[in-house]
């Protein structure tokens, strides 16, 4: 597994950054933020926590009860103050707020000198990550084809440039993975976990990281971030490294639907290369396997014989290209899925 939780040692030895006094209590931080930051702060002091349904390497997800409604509440540890920061700064630009993007209620930041929890508060989604989703349900062509038109779309969003007084800024993921995509109940998956985030702020031609020492998850690494030949200065660099994991989780998806009329096959859930790398791979491991030997997730013979698998596996290929520049853009892929579900539900009529 990935996701493993990271020890919280007994100091903490120097503490980053205060985040920035809240505003006052009338500003709205802006149409992607959910509620004004005063308005923030009093929603965390009504939380009452139900119960912890996730651990990952940055904390734990309780679910919790706000006003009556079910809401998703991550609980940062001390040492990850930089994620915490970023994915609350994340959640909080202009215009961030889409249907495919997990949908952020409020932050909040409290304690003493030596002890800081840190909150983020989302909307809750029952039926958890696309990982733990796919491990028991198996997906007819339909429901493949409205999820992976609806990660794609969320994953275009974020990579989009609005311009006007209230644009908003590129985003780049950072660390695409099935554990960080929910299931929502319409079938549709919502982008999360932003605490690796990147903007490209246009009008400085500036590409603003975060200063975080926390790193992606090594399996969905893309060959040049393993190979450490990532351009730090070129933001599309980042989105196409985004393309490439992109690619795997669509083969994560892929898999999971069923094929071949009555007979319906379908692969077992499994993670990218992992008949070709340890269950917790060094990122030694994901270098040799992925740019010394250049190998890719098996296409099996069933997805090329049936559609969409076919034209999923094409687009997949074409994500997790070796060169970056040859890699399809969001957008690109946001239209074929669109152009083939129109073509799809005409012959269905």
């Keep these: 597994m990935q996701c493993k939780s990271s020890q919280v040692p007994h100091q903490h030895p120097k503490r980053p950054p205060s985040p920035p006094a809240p505003l006052p209590a009338d500003a709205s931080s802006g149409s992607g933020s959910g509620l004004p930051l005063l308005v923030q702060r009093t929603v965390a002091k009504q939380i009452q926590m139900v119960e912890s349904i996730g651990k990952g390497r940055y904390g734990e997800v309780w679910l919790a009860r706000w ?3 079910r809401v998703a509440v991550k609980v940062f540890f001390t040492t990850e103050e930089a994620s915490w920061f970023r994915e609350t700064e994340i959640y909080q630009t202009v215009l961030m707020r889409h249907e495919n993007i997990l ?17 983020l508060i989302t909307d809750y989604h029952e039926n958890g990550s696309l990982h733990d989703y796919l491990q028991t349900v198996v997906l007819d062509t339909n ?4 999820m992976a038109y609806s ?20 985003i780049a993921h950072r660390d695409i993975k099935s554990k960080n995509i929910l299931v929502k109940r319409n079938g549709q998956c919502a982008i999360a976990d932003f605490g690796l985030a990147v903007r490209y702020v246009a009008e400085r031609n500036e590409v603003d990281i975060a200063p975080n020492t926390r790193v992606g998850t090594r399996r969905y690494m893309a060959p040049e971030v393993l190979d450490e030949k990532l351009d730090v200065t070129n933001f599309d660099a980042f989105k196409m ?13 892929c898999r999971r639907c069923c094929s071949g009329g009555k007979a319906q096959l379908v692969e077992p859930y499994a993670l990218p ?11 030694e491991d994901m270098h040799a396997c992925v740019v010394r030997a250049a190998r890719r997730p098996g296409v099996p013979a069933r997805w ?6 076919a034209a999923l596996a094409q687009l997949m290929c074409e994500c997790w290209h070796n060169s970056p520049p040859v890699r399809l853009t969001a957008l690109r892929v946001k239209k074929t899925l669109a152009k083939f579900r129109t073509e799809t539900t005409v012959k269905l009529v």
Excluded: C, N
């Design 67 to 69: 006003r009556g409604e």
């Design 103 to 119: 949908g952020f209620i409020a932050a909040d930041i409290k304690g003493t000198g030596s002890w800081t929890q840190m909150l």
């Design 143 to 146: 429901s493949l084809m409205t």
């Design 151 to 170: 990660i794609v779309s969320g994953l275009a969003h974020l990579h989009m440039d609005i311009f006007g007084t209230k644009g908003k800024p590129a």
């Design 241 to 253: 490294a985004d393309m490439y994991s992109l690619g795997l989780v669509l083969w994560e998806m």
């Design 273 to 283: 290369y992992h008949e070709l790398v340890p269950p917790d791979p060094s990122f």
């Design 304 to 309: 090329l014989a049936s559609e969409p698998l």
